[in-house]
């Protein structure tokens, strides 16, 4: 949802600026236009009901089916936002959601034939799913044809296949759920996200041996990224280190062993990546409690202490000169 909305913002601001010209996006009905740009800079302050008001005019005025469809689309969003799961079974409250999806719908259809509206149709048809999805008005009924709906409109998008895996995660249909995971994988294998988003789900399902083979993947997609081997390292870290009595402690050796073969691969692709020093020394440390010799376990504790102090050191600086992320090393991907 988060990044939907940082999507939505971007529409916003572009769609203010955009209409406000006299490119393609202008309108001959001066009141339609500044009605838009209220209800638009209404929306991005997060006044909602003013929004809505404002975008029924809008509809009123009967602009262009353009700016029809993007006050569809914007209404719904606000109708949407006045939605409160905290008070469902309120009827006003209720009403707030068949009303979005109404709108919802109506952006769809109006934008159907219209040149260039893809995003916000896009983000429509991603809406109107989430709508009947198990949070809101919890109809998989509804929500199947319209996310199927979505695939067969861009069926090369790995993320039209994960809204249909997240709505049967939720209801529970797992088999479902995992089957159109892993198909957002097979529609795009060389994107790294789409092994990260079937990964979630099977951290979420608590199969973490699926989880670890998922990062794997996407990890060997982009081989040259230090933060792909860092994130399975710390999933091995916290797998070893959580008191669990089903798992031996062999296997918790293992495991701290795979984290930290992890981390060495993020260090020598980036060795000024504070974050993984400071989780090698973590794993070190857990490394040192099976080593039954005294020599090779002060030598863990003493690398382990390096590793800590440097990485506290190089987070302190990048904090300092606002750079935190970990660089890529060199040769590409």
Not at 115 to 137: C, H, V
Not at 198 to 209: D, P, S, T, V
């Amino acid at each position: 949802m988060q990044f939907r909305v940082t999507r939505l913002a971007v529409v916003v601001l572009a769609l203010t600026v955009g209409l406000a010209g006299c490119g393609r996006y202008s309108i001959s009905n001066i009141r339609a236009l500044k009605a838009f740009s209220d209800a638009n800079k209404l929306y991005q302050k997060n006044s909602y009901k003013e929004a809505a008001a404002r975008y029924e005019d809008v509809i009123g005025l009967g602009p262009e089916r353009n700016v029809l469809g993007f006050a569809y689309f914007f209404l719904g969003n606000s109708y949407d936002n006045q939605y409160k799961e905290s008070k469902k079974g309120d009827p006003e409250n209720d009403g707030f959601l068949t009303k979005a999806v109404a709108n919802y719908r109506l952006a769809i259809d109006t934008l159907k034939d219209v040149p260039d509206p893809k995003e916000i149709r896009k983000l429509s048809f991603e809406y109107l799913i989430a709508a009947y999805g198990t949070d809101k008005l919890n109809d998989l009924n509804q929500a199947e044809p319209i996310a199927q709906q979505l695939i067969a409109l861009e069926p090369d998008e790995p993320s039209n296949y994960q809204a249909l895996g997240n709505l049967y995660e939720k209801a529970g249909r797992f088999e479902e759920a995992e089957k159109y995971f892993r198909k957002a994988v097979d529609v795009k294998p060389k994107d790294p996200n789409t092994y990260k988003n079937l990964a979630g789900y099977y951290n979420r399902q608590g199969q973490f041996e699926k989880t670890m083979a998922a990062f794997e993947q996407g990890a060997n997609v982009e081989p040259n990224n230090p933060e792909a081997w860092h994130t399975m390292a710390t999933y091995y870290w916290e797998k070893a280190y959580k008191p669990d009595a089903k798992l031996p402690a062999s296997t918790r050796h293992e495991y701290t062993e795979k984290g930290l073969a992890d981390e060495e691969k993020a260090l020598a692709i980036n060795p000024e990546y504070a974050e993984a020093m400071i989780y090698k020394n973590i794993l070190l440390r857990m490394k040192a409690l099976y080593e039954k010799d005294p020599a090779k376990q002060k030598a863990m504790l003493k690398e382990a202490d390096a590793l800590m102090e440097k990485g506290v050191e190089l987070q302190k600086k990048q904090t300092s000169s606002g750079s935190t992320a970990p660089k890529k090393g060199g040769g590409g991907e």
